[in-house]
């Protein structure tokens, strides 16, 4: 699970822009999600902005260790497709529909504020799990299949959406990871019946 190029560019520069970020205030809140800012001043760059920086190094090692992981994978197994910049466009575009129903849910509310990757992220992840549902990934050191990390995760996070408090955008996550199944299949329709042929037949 070495990272692509690609992927390695952009671990590069969320990581430099975040720790910017934390020692500088003024650049934190010039890209966080703001959705007044978006809404009455136009700052439509928060859209994109806010995936670069992250609360804490805890925040952003856990996105970016993801990334590292499955990134490349993806990157490589989009390149066919849609070319070697391709998952510059995907990783982008994720960012951005990920945050689109938080933005359009909290426009009018001063006191909401989201930042970090996570919304692409976790595209990037199901992107994959699409692509080999009985892999084994590793949740805190313990090793899982990918399809039922997946629906474990998609269900906490509608549980946790709804419940809300705890600082966390899982409507991003989840928003996120549709996006990456999407994306995917619709550059590639046939990777449906991939997936229902790889589910239907477990290989650890």
């Given at each position: ?20 970020a934390f ?38 090692l856990f ?97 946790m959406d ?43």
């Amino acid at each position: 699970m070495n990272a692509g190029p690609v992927t390695l560019v952009l671990i590069a520069i969320t990581v430099l822009v975040s720790w910017q970020a934390f020692n500088n205030p003024r650049l934190l809140e010039r890209l966080i999600l703001w959705p007044p800012a978006i809404d009455r001043h136009h700052q439509y760059d928060r859209l994109l902005g806010h995936g670069f920086i992250h609360a804490d190094w805890q925040h952003l090692l856990f996105n970016m260790i993801t990334l590292f992981f499955f990134g490349g994978l993806i990157e490589r197994a989009f390149e066919p497709y849609i070319g070697k910049l391709g998952f510059v466009f995907f990783y982008l575009s994720a960012i951005l529909v990920a945050i689109l129903p938080t933005y359009l849910r909290h426009r009018h509310d001063p006191h909401y504020r989201s930042l970090g990757a996570s919304g692409a992220v976790s595209a990037v992840l199901f992107a994959f799990v699409l692509l080999s549902p009985w892999s084994l990934i590793f949740v805190f050191f313990i090793p899982m299949p990918a399809i039922l990390y997946a629906v474990a995760y998609v269900g906490y996070s509608i549980w946790m959406d709804r419940r809300g408090g705890d600082n966390i955008n899982h409507s991003a996550h989840l928003w996120g990871a549709g996006y990456g199944v999407l994306f995917t299949v619709m550059m590639e329709p046939r990777v449906i019946n991939t997936f229902l042929g790889r589910l239907a037949n477990p290989s650890f």
